[in-house]
């Protein structure tokens, strides 16, 4: 341990696969989990003489994200070739961008431990081709050999390159979220980390505080959670930490993360990998990104979180935490956005879409786009507490019920007889017989033991099957105990 | 001499070649000679004049994004000198 002593510099380039229904670069299908090699054509399978053509939507893709995270458009850019052998990049090169990149200087703004507001500076954002994958180990000699899969290759990603602005790993955690949920919000990524649409890796130096160079850095690759992401940078500070104190040198070098074990190990055998002796790619012509392109997708873009949750706040007057929650995931703000559209009260609506609805989705592991409740529904519901029709409490029970039979909730109402009771002279009835019946707790309350107040409410609420209005229950309740 | 010997051995290894001691004195050689030439074509004066990427002057050649049959897995594996379980085998390349 020692880390203390230095200060912790990280800089994050994340992978972010594009939703598009075809590759970058050819026709074939993107879809994850098909037979291996059904999706591959003469261009991604880097055969001689096939000529790769830019997907549109990849570029569109790739100005919304840059759009989103403040960069700079370049009216022209250009692809190059990045060369290097390995099994899984059929070509010997894989197609990405370099001096060229299609965005540049750009910056999310994340919050940090003390809660402050600090700014991330992006470097670029380029589009390239993904590598195909390799699988070991299977069948009875797969000992000596390795299996390619190029159903991946081809398949479009955006390459986002942050400044070394982040500090601690918490810092890069914050940034990735931020970046992560963006994407997801923009509709350009689906964000699944397991699958690998959204990979980092991750640049780590440490320095003495107050050094002004950065030291030598490391980079972590291989890592596929939010989680493993902090473990490794932890354990890499550390490790780094270590070797300062006893007075070496890091060596630049990349790591993989283990996550069974938590630790970084050197990467050999990738020597030379620096030397990539990129040059424009001359089967794909240079793009021009018009003014007007870019004003078109400006156009198009969606409120992003930053901004759906002042909105929340101003129009809705809910809580900065709630509006985050709200927030977190485009689906679900578009839910309480609809919701609260057809009922208007903010902080109910979020009180429900936190509460209840989130709860059953998580229950039944459904996604709220396919809620059985549909804001529509929540509304009419909610209304229905408004109107004195039913209880808070009542509401859950219909609620419970419109989520597993999809009814609206006045015909449940109406079937179960949920009801509320308003009219005070069946109310007086219940009370009455409630007290008959609790004479020794009477005098307990006369006496002074005020908590027993508690009791007869329950006892009434029981004997009216929760249908009794709660205050109407309160007011009376309180008059006949006094006597 | 614009390029060393060492430099040529390094390219080579990048580019997967085993040369000859013969070739790498030739190759040496031949490849000086282009940077000398192009030593030469820097005596143009460039200045304000956009590097050229592309020898065809054209623009943003574009698909739309719709899905096309690709050629299946035996086509895609009728090359490949050794196969197995739907995929290109090549030698073990992790430990």
């Known amino acids: 341990m020692g880390s203390s002593k230095y200060e912790v510099v990280i800089g994050l380039e994340v992978h972010v696969q594009l939703t598009t229904q075809t590759k970058i670069f050819c026709g074939c299908s993107t879809r994850f989990g098909s037979a291996p090699n059904s999706q591959t054509c003469p261009v991604c399978l880097g055969l001689p003489g096939a000529l790769p053509v830019l997907n549109r939507k990849v570029v569109e893709y790739a100005i919304r994200t840059g759009l989103a995270t403040h960069c700079a458009i370049a009216p022209r850019s250009v692809f190059a070739r990045k060369n290097y052998f390995y099994p899984d990049l059929p070509k010997g090169y894989q197609i990405s961008q370099f001096e060229l990149p299609i965005c540049e200087h750009g910056h999310l703004e994340i919050e940090t431990e003390d809660g402050g507001p600090k700014t991330i500076g992006i470097t670029r954002i380029h589009m390239e081709e993904d590598a195909g994958k390799l699988l070991h180990g299977e069948g009875p000699e797969a000992g000596s050999s390795s299996f390619v899969d190029l159903n991946r290759a081809c398949t479009p990603l955006l390459e986002i390159v942050s400044e070394p602005d982040m500090r601690s790993s918490d810092e890069a955690i914050a940034y990735l979220k931020k970046l992560h949920q963006i994407v997801m919000y923009l509709g350009v990524c689906d964000g699944n980390l397991e699958e690998g649409s959204f990979r980092c890796d991750a640049n780590v130096s440490i320095r003495p505080w107050g050094q002004k160079e950065f030291g030598t850095r490391a980079e972590l690759k291989n890592i596929n959670s939010f989680r493993f992401i902090k473990q490794a940078i932890d354990y890499e500070v550390e490790r780094q930490a270590d070797i300062l104190d006893d007075g070496g040198k ?234 | 001499m614009k390029i060393t010997r060492a430099e040529v051995e390094h390219v080579a290894k990048l580019a997967r070649l085993a040369l000859q001691e013969s070739e790498l004195d030739a190759l040496t050689g031949q490849m000086d000679a282009i940077l000398d030439y192009v030593e030469k074509l820097k005596e143009l004066d460039t200045d304000g004049i956009v590097p050229t990427s592309h020898a065809v002057p054209m623009e943003n050649a574009f698909r739309e994004d719709a899905v096309k049959d690709s050629i299946g897995v035996d086509k895609a594996l009728s090359n490949a000198p050794e196969s197995g379980d739907g995929c290109f085998r090549v030698p073990r390349v992790i430990e």
Not at chain 1, 251 to 263: A, I, N, P
Not at chain 1, 268 to 273: I, V, Y
Request: net charge negative; charged share 30%.
């Open chain 1, 250 to 483: 890091v060596v630049q070098e990349t790591r993989l993360f283990d996550s069974v074990t938590g630790m970084t190990r050197s990467m050999r055998g990738k020597e030379e990998a620096h030397d990539y002796r990129y040059f424009p790619d001359p089967d794909l012509v240079p793009l021009v990104v018009s003014p007007e392109w870019v004003e078109q997708v400006r156009q198009e873009l969606p409120e992003l979180p930053e901004a759906k949750v002042a909105r929340f706040i101003r129009e809705f007057g809910i809580p900065r935490y709630d509006a985050e929650v709200l927030s977190a995931d485009r689906a679900m703000a578009e839910y309480y956005d609809a919701t609260v559209a057809r009922h208007g009260n903010g902080k109910l609506c979020a009180n429900w879409v936190m509460g209840e609805v989130q709860r059953r989705l998580n229950e039944d592991g459904v996604a709220i786009s396919d809620s059985p409740v549909t804001p529509e529904l929540l509304a009419a519901l909610l209304g229905r507490i408004d109107d004195n029709t039913i209880s808070g409490k009542i509401a859950k029970t219909v609620f419970e019920e419109m989520w597993r039979s999809g009814d609206a909730p006045d015909k449940i109402i109406e079937e179960k007889g949920l009801k509320q009771v308003t009219d005070t002279g069946a109310i007086e009835q219940i009370i009455d017989e409630v007290i008959a019946a609790n004479l020794d707790q009477v005098e307990e309350y006369r006496g002074g033991k005020d908590k027993v107040f508690g009791f007869f409410v329950g006892q009434v609420m029981k004997a009216s099957k929760g249908k009794a209005n709660p205050a109407a229950v309160n007011e009376m309740l309180k008059k006949k105990l006094q006597g």
